[in-house]
């Protein structure tokens, strides 16, 4: 079940809604337990039954931590995390890669279930703050099985810290006003999926899914465009969805983008795109790798091996290992020529159009579904056969709707640095926001139903995460 669909949004959440706010203050949590692990089953399965074994042994782990904080109980608990992450989501892609070596007989393909890496991100967190004393282990299993499975995160992120929710859960209160709030956040995602990413999605498709031999330089750069797009307000879509439903609940949720293509460095970057990761490989990884206290070639190290784990995180293919590895060398080179500083000056303007570029560099090896298909999207880009023009499926996309959904979107990569992001802006409390909540739910609203109702299934596609 995903946020877009009209089962989500005419039987599903109101259901939540209801159980939620009508239902006995004492009950809350655990109705918000039973919805959420329903909402997994629905598209997981049976698959959920891991889900709730990783969150009991999290905590039992946590509580052993809290009992005595040993190295090799937390080494357990991390083997236990990683060993899971590894075993669903790369056991296919070692054993192809062995396969092309020696066969291997028998070998049945392991299904992935959906959101591994979120909630076992948020499983090694847990753990590791726990052992470190940044917070107090959960006593009742139910609490973490509500902060794990809680459904608006679950599936997509952002990875919220146990620690941040763990805050919130006993003191959190249900008001109308949060629900309002939250409401006009989950239309503004809505809107930025379904009138932007899926529409983009399409021209997209229609390039890096086509004859890339015969892709023009135009039709490669503009499907590479539009990509950009989709890419972005699909999954900033998600994340305005996310922390909008999290409101409604008395909850509140990190924010995850902040104009990320206004950076103005590849390190810029990083600090603006899914900050909730960022800031995750941060403080879990780089950190305790030593991250920039050890010398150059030792931060060097530190960023080459958190951007290669940072690549395999979204997928077990090489085209991801590249990725990662492709940022990783970007930040390096920004960090020994000067180039990763953030400030306004002179040449924002062409430091923001060359990380741009860079960036899009980035998203077409992310695309590409391997090295031969990315070569050729390349050598396209370069113009490879001095062919102009686009190619008549890309022509017969450019409806009203297509061109609208990429004129609106190109916004997001000319909209100032400093500005607030809409989010925030909703949910300020002023007048200006109270109008801007208005309009979203009067206006916009309206328009995304008649999309949702008008359109197929779409998954996010960091579902696939």
């Known amino acids: 079940m995903v946020f877009s669909s009209p089962a ?36 997981g399965g049976w698959m959920v039954v891991l889900l709730v074994v990783s969150c009991l042994v999290n905590w039992a782990f946590g509580l052993g931590m809290e009992l005595r904080r040993s ?39 392991v299904a992935l279930p959906i959101g591994i ?46 620690s941040h929710l763990s805050e919130q859960l ?90 990320p293509y206004a950076a103005v460095s590849v390190t810029d970057f990083w600090r603006r795109w899914h900050m909730s990761l960022s800031q995750w490989f941060r403080d879990y990884l780089y ?23 940072t690549g395999l995180w979204h997928g077990a293919a090489w085209t991801f290992v590249c990725w990662g590895a492709y940022h990783g060398v970007m930040l390096m080179v920004e960090r020994a020529t000067g180039l990763a500083r953030v400030g306004e000056d002179r040449w924002a303007v062409v430091r923001r159009v060359l990380t741009l570029v860079v960036v899009m560099g980035s998203w077409a090896i992310f695309r590409v579904p391997d090295g031969e298909r990315g070569l050729e999207f390349f050598r ?11 190619p008549g499926a890309m022509v ?30 909703l949910e300020r409390e002023d007048g200006v926001a109270a109008r801007a909540r208005g309009v979203v739910l009067l206006v916009l609203f309206p328009v995304v139903l008649v999309q949702v109702l008008a359109s197929g299934y779409s998954p996010f596609l960091y579902f696939q995460f």
Request: net charge positive; charged share 15%.
């Open 8 to 43: 989500f949004l005419f039987l599903f959440l109101p259901l939540v809604l209801l159980s939620a706010v009508w239902g006995a203050e004492r009950w809350r949590n655990l109705v918000l337990i039973v919805w959420s692990l329903w909402f997994y089953y629905y598209g």
């Open 71 to 109: 190295r090799w109980l937390l080494g357990l608990a991390l083997g236990f995390n990683v060993g899971v992450l590894g075993y669903y989501k790369y056991a296919n892609f070692v054993v192809g890669q062995i396969s092309g070596w020696y066969p291997v007989a028998g070998w049945e393909a």
């Open 117 to 162: 890496s979120f909630f076992t991100f948020q499983g090694i967190s847990y753990v590791m703050d726990v052992w470190r004393g940044e917070m107090k282990a959960f006593r009742n299993p139910l609490e973490i099985v509500l902060c794990v499975t809680f459904f608006p995160h679950l599936i997509a992120g952002p990875i919220v810290r146990l």
């Open 170 to 259: 006993r003191r959190r209160e249900q008001r109308w006003d949060d629900v309002a709030v939250g409401a006009a956040r989950f239309v503004w995602g809505l809107g930025k999926k379904v009138l932007i990413a899926d529409v983009c999605s399409r021209v997209a498709d229609s390039g890096f899914d086509g004859n890339l031999e015969r892709l023009p330089a135009s039709g490669a750069w503009l499907s590479l465009l539009a990509y950009t797009l989709q890419i972005y307000f699909d999954f900033s879509g998600y994340s305005d969805m996310a922390i909008g439903l999290a409101r409604m609940f008395g909850f509140r949720f990190p924010e995850n983008f902040n104009h």
């Open 287 to 309: 950190i305790p790798l030593g991250g920039n206290r050890g010398g150059t070639w030792q931060t060097y190290r530190n960023l080459a091996v958190v951007f290669l784990v």
């Open 380 to 390: 396209a880009l370069m113009g490879e056969g001095n062919r102009w023009g686009f």
């Open 396 to 425: 017969r996309l450019m409806d009203v709707q297509t061109m609208a959904a990429l004129g609106v979107g190109a916004m997001a990569l000319v909209v100032p640095r400093g500005w607030m992001t809409m989010g925030k802006l």
